[in-house]
């Protein structure tokens, strides 16, 4: 087998931890669906964007504006597709991480919510909000859990 050392701080990597041939080979197939699934978001996400004119166009913006949601589904199946591959370790820092994100990300849903009711409309920003809060949630719980599981 083949065995490696890293010392990474990045959220959900490890700190001097060797890595079998196993574990290199789920993280190579998960970064290239999840790359994939992130490209394809993006590329439809710009098509819709700049090609739509979203005032004169019918009933078909509706469904033209959710097409980039068939690649971000490809990248959400490719993280459960990872979870079933890494050992329990990861599984554990992964799953950490992703707690505290949808912990995050639903303070920020209700933090925004009760600033609408108050008068403060995020119109198109609040979404995003939300959005970037859980994913920075992930990192840094995983990161955090990462460095309590793996000495460095």
Known sequence: MTYWKVCFTVAGMEKHASRTQVERAAGSAY??????????????LLLVIFVIDFES?????YLAVLAPMAPALWAMAAVARHLGRIDEMH??????GMSVGFGAAMIAAMTIGFLAIAGLQLRYAGPWIIYGVGMLGWMIGAGRANSRMVDC
């Open 57 to 61: 166009a019918g009933w078909w913006k």
């Open 31 to 44: 970064l290239r669906e999840f790359g994939l699934g992130v490209a394809g978001y993006s590329a439809i």
């Open 91 to 96: 599984r554990g820092i992964q799953v950490s």
